[in-house]
Nanobody, 120 residues
């Protein structure tokens, strides 16, 4: 199991950039698929991006593809979300997510969230 702590959220102007970080505890960070989700109050929590254990494979929501980049540094137990060309509609609480498979069971972990606000 891991503890996830996000940082890097804040206020940014439309067209600007922001990098979110997710620091994970433990010695088995490389065994977790990592991802980012976001949620607007009153709305569903939506998938943003994910990265495989080795970092070799990534996927993105269509709404952010080409603008956001997910990465990870297993030596630092940290995942990142580099956000560029930000739009007001990117405003949300961003949550770090980790998943590991143990046998046939999937275990999911969530960070506390960090607010990202994009002004127009």
């Amino acid at each position: 199991q891991v503890q996830l702590v996000e940082s890097g959220g804040g206020l940014v102007q439309a067209g600007g950039s922001l990098r979110l970080s997710c620091a994970a505890s433990g010695r088995t960070f490389s065994t977790y698929t990592m991802g980012w989700f976001r949620q607007v109050p009153g709305k569903e929590r939506d998938f943003v991006a994910a990265i495989s254990r080795s970092g070799a494979s990534t996927k993105y929501a269509d709404t952010v593809k080409g603008r956001f980049t997910i990465s990870r540094d297993n030596a630092k137990n940290t995942a990142y979300l580099q956000m560029s060309s930000l739009k007001p509609e990117d405003t949300a609480v961003y949550y770090c997510y980790a998943q590991r498979l143990q046998g046939l069971i999937a275990y999911d972990y969530w960070g506390q969230g960090t607010q990202v606000t994009v002004s127009s």
